[in-house]
């Protein structure tokens, strides 16, 4: 593999591609955003609700696991309304009942390319690729990489349908939305659903990250980004219901991919929100993702706990990012 040096507008400022996500390089081009399809009403797929009443719950954290470039705190009480949440992300099997209906063309094909973690890719594919980011060279810019075919040509994802769905950029996951009825959460409503309705903990589950030495989430072990033991039983996503739900009944919070929500990142987030429904919806280039991925560590990024944070740009795409929906009204739950 030749590395040559990916230039572009995130290494300019200072953001280049890490393990958490990549970003994509604003000299690729400019992709149209995908024209948004029309609403079916909510019919379009179905989903496992989780209606949420709401309510006061602690955002944030003022400890020191956090990252305060990111802009994870300080923790305070924030106020919600009800609403409702689908239990699992977003799955292969769902998002290929919104190509086939709308022919929706994703921005990684758009792009013809995206990114795939070194080790996921076959070796055939690796050794063609020449440019490569040079402070994170374990995210190798696949060309034909997309969502039905997640390690490049030669991959699918037909055993793999009850995985999220990857390699979708946030603009993808809003025209899923409209297609859907549904729409992304706000990151106060991620954390609040997230936590299960345990304030102040690390993790959807509590303090402790293996509780009686079982693990219950989709993360790295081993060394990054060379030796993945895979103890958890996953070297890359894994279906969308494995592990146990947290205290609300949600499956992979924590890990297994970052999950796209609605609000624009800023790391003055705490301060510049209101304490009742807030949401940040500008000035920003990038939007928040939350959760961590299959590729999260202690060592090198621990945003896998509940109050952590990232961003990408609303074009970017890779194999650990996907997303997550709620429902247009906060009705009672409705299982599907």
């Known amino acids: 593999m030749t590395q040559g040096r990916e230039s572009g507008g995130a290494e300019e400022a200072g953001k280049s591609p890490t393990c958490c996500c990549a970003r994509r390089p604003e000299t690729a081009g400019e992709a149209p955003p995908p024209p948004p399809p029309a609403s079916t009403g ?29 802009g994870e705190g300080p923790a305070r009480p924030v106020t919600l309304s009800p609403f409702r949440v689908s239990a699992y992300a977003v799955t292969n099997a769902q998002f290929a009942d919104f190509v086939r209906a709308t022919g929706h063309v994703t921005e990684a094909e758009r792009f013809n390319w995206s990114y795939v973690f070194h080790a996921l890719v076959p070796p055939e594919t690796a050794a063609r690729i020449e440019r490569v980011p040079v402070e994170a060279p374990w995210w190798l ?55 299960g309705g345990l304030d102040g903990k690390l993790y959807p589950w509590g303090d402790e990250l293996t509780p009686g030495g079982r693990h219950r989430c989709n993360i790295w072990q081993g060394t990054f980004p060379d030796l993945n033991t895979a103890e958890d039983g996953y070297i890359g996503t894994a279906p969308v219901h494995a592990f146990e739900p947290n205290g609300y009944g949600l499956f992979n919070v924590a ?27 500008g000035p920003g280039a990038s939007r928040s993702m939350r959760g961590g991925s299959y590729l999260c560590h202690s060592s090198y990024c621990n945003r896998y706990r509940v109050a952590a944070r990232n961003s990408n740009t609303p074009n970017s795409s890779s194999g650990n990012i996907g997303f997550r929906v709620a429902a247009l009204d906060a009705g009672a739950a409705q299982f599907a």
């Not at 909510?42 to 990111?70: H, Q, V």
């Not at 810019?141 to 030669?154: H, L, M, N």
């Not at 301060?271 to 940040?280: F, I, K, M, Q, S």
């Open 255 to 281: 890990g297994n991919v970052w999950e796209w929500v609605r609000d624009v990142f800023s790391p003055e987030y705490h301060r510049v929100t209101g304490d009742r429904d807030p949401v940040h919806d």
């Open 141 to 195: 810019p696949v060309p034909f990489a997309y969502w039905a075919q997640p390690e490049g040509p030669g991959t699918t994802v037909l055993d793999r349908l009850d995985h999220p769905v990857v390699h979708v950029s946030w603009n993808d996951a809003v025209a899923f939305c409209a297609w859907s009825g549904t729409r992304l959460l706000t990151e106060a409503e991620w954390e609040y659903a997230a936590r």
């Open 42 to 70: 909510g019919k379009g797929t179905a989903f496992r609700w989780i209606a949420l009443p709401g309510g006061r719950f602690l955002m944030g954290t003022s400890g020191a696991e956090g990252f305060a470039g990111d």
